[in-house]
């Protein structure tokens, strides 16, 4: 199994990549907590195989799966699939990657501050060394374009599913796209 080795603290986290894509609606949807009358569980937005199993709308749909397997902090990725239409800025098919990391009260008692504010500066710092390991090719451009990729934002979202999520953006000038929204 491939690992990343986080710079804040070590901890190697486990990539799992090779995870059926095609999941029971109970695994993609119950398990993560999704409303049973949420709009992502209908048939125009999600490709349903049969009654019971769809393709993963998101790779969340493996996380109670790594956490029953005793899973303490892991990696996944995959190709995940919506029933989007195809546009400038949307496809059917994407990448996704998510990472989980359970943590314990004596994690952030020690630290003295709140259990949020502790796991949103692990999470900030898990996110830079991943992007920075992920990004590799920006450390073997050169002092300037290494400063450029690993000068990087964090920004605050909102997702039903979470209390607390955030997300990584490069800080780089993107074409901008317009219309088709």
Known sequence: MI???ATNGGHRWPLCSNLAESRLVEKNFDDVLVPADHVSRSYNDTYYIDAQSVLRC???AHQAE???RGHAHFLVTG????RDSIDSTHYPVFHQMEGVRVFSPDDWEASG???TSYAAEDLRKCLEGLANHLFVECKRAGAKQAER???MRVCGAVYYLY???ASKDRKE???KIEGDR
């Open 58 to 60: 998101h790779t969340s």
């Open 113 to 115: 501050v709140d259990a």
């Open 173 to 175: 000038k993107h074409p």
């Open 3 to 5: 690992s990343f080795t």
């Open 66 to 68: 790594l956490l029953r």
């Open 163 to 165: 209390h607390f999520k």
């Open 149 to 151: 990729c690993s000068s």
């Open 79 to 82: 190709d995940v699939y919506r």
